[in-house]
């Protein structure tokens, strides 16, 4: 079945260390993103990707890092200068700019 | 900030029709109206969108008023598994896909 892999479900770090998060699509989806949600709140725009190699930051990228070395891949690392990483954070794809999004189940990272 | 406004929570029976509004009075010309719902610990589901005219698909129907600023998503026939938040944003295809999520409204469907 085609679709939105994140790993893993849940992910826990101590302060001040690095941690990357995966998301992988089989959709042939050209375009990919990271949303980053908090307790009772929307979702908040982190990176985004519309082709390989290619990204840009959306509304909170401070903190955060992204590559898309390759058109199924897009890993996320939240970095230990993002000050309150603990949140759930998800990934979407969609076959370009105009379409519909298509979302992973998300990670739910814990930092403490 | 989101440029929609819904209600915080609704209630419906089950089985009755679920009509979820939503406003969007500086809604611009090229934007659409998009809805996505999220089931608890999930990651939202795409429902529908919409320019100006009524759009129907097999999840739900999207009524958008003539002017533009408002707009109702009407699940038909709901069911529990339809308990969720539900999304209403809008949005243009030249904003390169980024969608402004607000809170939503919790629909809670009770038998």
């Known amino acids: 079945d085609g679709g939105i892999t994140q790993s893993p479900k849940y992910l826990f770090r101590k302060e001040g260390q690095n941690v990357t998060l995966s998301c992988e699509q089989n959709?042939?989806?050209?375009?990919m993103y990271w949303y980053r949600q908090d307790p009772g709140q929307g979702l908040r725009l982190i990176y985004y990707?519309?082709?390989?190699?290619?990204?840009q930051k959306g509304d909170i990228a401070e903190g955060y890092s992204v590559s898309r070395e390759k058109k199924e891949s897009f890993p996320l690392t939240v970095t230990s200068a993002q000050k309150n990483p603990t949140a759930f954070y998800l990934c979407?794809?969609?076959?370009?700019?105009?379409?519909?999004?298509?979302f992973g189940n998300g990670t739910r990272l814990t930092v403490t | 900030d989101a440029k929609t406004t819904q209600p915080t929570s609704m209630d419906c029976a089950e089985g009755r029709a679920a009509n979820l509004p939503c406003n969007h009075s500086?809604?611009?010309?090229?934007?659409?109206v998009y809805w996505y719902r999220q089931i608890h610990s999930q990651g939202p589901q795409y429902i529908i969108h919409?320019?100006?005219n009524n759009e129907t698909n097999e999840m739900a129907s999207l009524i958008i008023t003539e002017d533009r600023k408002s707009s109702t998503l009407i699940l038909p026939h709901a069911t529990l598994r339809d308990t969720a938040v539900y999304y209403c944003?809008?949005?243009?295809?030249?904003?390169?896909?980024?969608?402004?999520f607000g809170q939503g409204t919790e629909l809670s469907v009770k038998p």
């Open positions: 979407a794809s969609s076959i370009d700019h105009r379409s519909p999004l298509h």
């Open positions: 959709l042939n989806h050209d375009a």
């Open positions: 990707s519309q082709i390989v190699n290619d990204f």
């Open positions: 500086t809604i611009s010309g090229n934007e659409y």
């Open positions: 919409g320019l100006k």
């Open positions: 944003i809008v949005s243009s295809y030249n904003q390169g896909g980024k969608l402004i």
